[in-house]
C-alpha cells in the first residue's frame, strides 16, 4: 500500500519550530550576596542571623543585595551549618485568647524578620500540661524559648535555661541565659483609680483575676494602695475575685449587684471581664456609664469598638511579643538584652463620666 506523499513546502508555509526556553538563572546564592557586596560570605550569614557587629552602611549594602538579588536563606542549611533549628519555642496559655493572640502576633512578626520559625503550644494555666509542653518544645530540638507568664515554678525556668536561652513574662528573675519582661501592673491599677477619684467616684469595686496569677495580685495590690489614699479601710465587699475570662467577669459582676453594696465605678483586672461585667450590669438594667462607669486592663484591640468604647489601662500586648523576642534573639546571640518594664497607661474611652451626685 502506498503511503501518500506529503506535498512539498511552499515558500508561504509556516513552519513551527520548538519553543527556545531563555537560560534560567540559578538560584541566588550566599556567595553572589558576598560578591555584590564586597564582604565575606560569612559577614552576610552573620548579618542574616543578627550576630554581625558591622557598620550601619555595611548592613544597608548587605539588604540590598539581598533584596536585589531575591536571596533567601536555606533554613535547611543554615540550621546544618551552625547546629540550630532555627526554631523557638513559644508556651502560651491559651492559643485562641484574644489577649495571647496579640503577645504572639507580636512574636511571631518579629521572629520573622530573623528568619525564626515559632512553635506555638498551650499550657492552658495547668503546671503539669505546661511542664509537659516544655519538654515536647525541647525535643524539637528547638533554639530557645518564650514562656508567656504560666505556673512553672522559678526553680523549672532555671534549669530549663541551664542548656536552652528562655525569655519570661511576668515575673522578676534573673539567671544566666534567662531573661525575664515584666509590667507595672500596680502603676496601671493606681492610674484607674486615680482617673475614677477625679471624675468624683468614691465607691469603687474591683474584679480581680485569680490571685495565683502574679499580674492579678500585683493588680488589686495597686488598687488597694490608692484607694488607701482616699478612703482608708473602703469596703472589702466591693472587691471580687474572677478568673480573667468574660464568664468570670458575667458572675463576678452578679455577686457584686447581689451582695447589695453601694459603687458608682467598676474596675475589672482585664478586658475580657469588663466585657461579661458590661454584660451582667446591661441584664440588670443599669448602663454604662450613666449608672455605673467601667473601667478595664490590657486595652485589647476589641475594646474601642464595644458599647460604649471601653476605657482600660494599656500595656502593649503586641509589644510584650516583640520585646519578648528580641530580648531570646539577644540571649541565642550570646548578647545581654535590655532592662524593660513595659509602662502601663490610661486610655480614657465613654465607659467612664463624672458621677451623679
Known amino acids: 500500500m502506498n503511503k501518500k506523499a506529503h506535498p512539498p513546502a511552499t515558500a508561504g508555509a509556516i513552519r513551527k519550530e520548538r519553543p527556545v526556553h ?95 520559625a515559632p512553635l506555638f503550644v498551650s499550657g492552658h494555666w495547668n503546671e503539669a500540661e505546661e511542664a509537659s509542653r516544655l519538654a515536647l518544645l525541647q525535643e524539637r530540638k528547638v533554639d530557645g524559648l518564650i ?116 459603687f458608682s465605678a467598676v474596675i475589672a483586672a482585664n478586658d475580657q471581664m469588663a466585657y461579661g461585667a458590661r454584660l451582667a450590669l446591661h441584664r440588670a438594667g443599669l448602663r454604662v456609664p450613666d449608672d455605673v462607669s467601667l473601667v478595664g486592663f490590657d486595652d485589647l484591640p476589641h475594646s474601642a469598638f464595644t458599647l460604649p468604647p471601653l476605657t482600660s489601662v494599656r500595656q502593649s500586648v503586641y509589644e510584650v511579643g516583640q520585646t519578648a523576642a528580641r530580648a531570646l534573639l539577644d540571649l541565642m546571640a550570646k548578647r545581654t538584652p535590655p532592662s524593660k518594664v513595659i509602662a502601663a497607661e490610661l486610655v480614657v474611652r465613654e465607659s467612664t463620666r463624672m458621677v451623679r451626685r
Request: net charge neutral; proline share 5%.
Open 22 to 116: 531563555p537560560v534560567q538563572r540559578g538560584r541566588p546564592t550566599l556567595g553572589m550576596v558576598a560578591e555584590r557586596a564586597g564582604v565575606s560570605p560569612s559577614t552576610v550569614s552573620r548579618i542574616l542571623n543578627g550576630t554581625a557587629k558591622v557598620s550601619a552602611e555595611k548592613r544597608a549594602l548587605v539588604e540590598s543585595m539581598i533584596n536585589e538579588l531575591g536571596f533567601k536563606p536555606d533554613p535547611v542549611a543554615r540550621s546544618l551549618a551552625g547546629g540550630r533549628t532555627m526554631s523557638v519555642g513559644v508556651l502560651t496559655q491559651y492559643i485562641d485568647s484574644p489577649y495571647y493572640g496579640e503577645a504572639l502576633r507580636g512574636i511571631e512578626d518579629e521572629l520573622h524578620q530573623a528568619h525564626y
Open 147 to 262: 514562656v508567656l507568664t504560666g505556673r512553672l515554678s522559678d526553680a523549672a525556668l532555671l534549669q530549663v535555661a541551664q542548656t536552652l536561652p528562655v525569655v519570661v513574662t511576668g515575673r522578676r528573675l534573673s539567671a544566666e541565659r534567662l531573661f525575664s519582661l515584666d509590667y507595672d501592673n500596680e502603676e496601671g491599677a493606681r492610674l484607674a483609680v486615680q482617673h475614677l477619684h477625679a471624675m468624683g467616684h468614691r465607691q469603687i469595686a474591683f474584679i480581680s483575676g485569680p490571685l495565683d496569677h502574679p499580674d492579678a495580685a500585683h493588680r488589686l495590690e495597686g488598687f488597694r494602695r490608692e484607694m488607701d489614699k482616699y478612703a482608708p479601710g473602703f469596703d472589702a465587699q466591693l472587691v471580687v475575685m474572677g478568673d480573667f475570662q468574660e464568664s468570670g467577669g458575667f458572675r463576678a459582676m452578679s455577686t457584686l449587684l447581689q451582695s447589695g453594696g453601694l
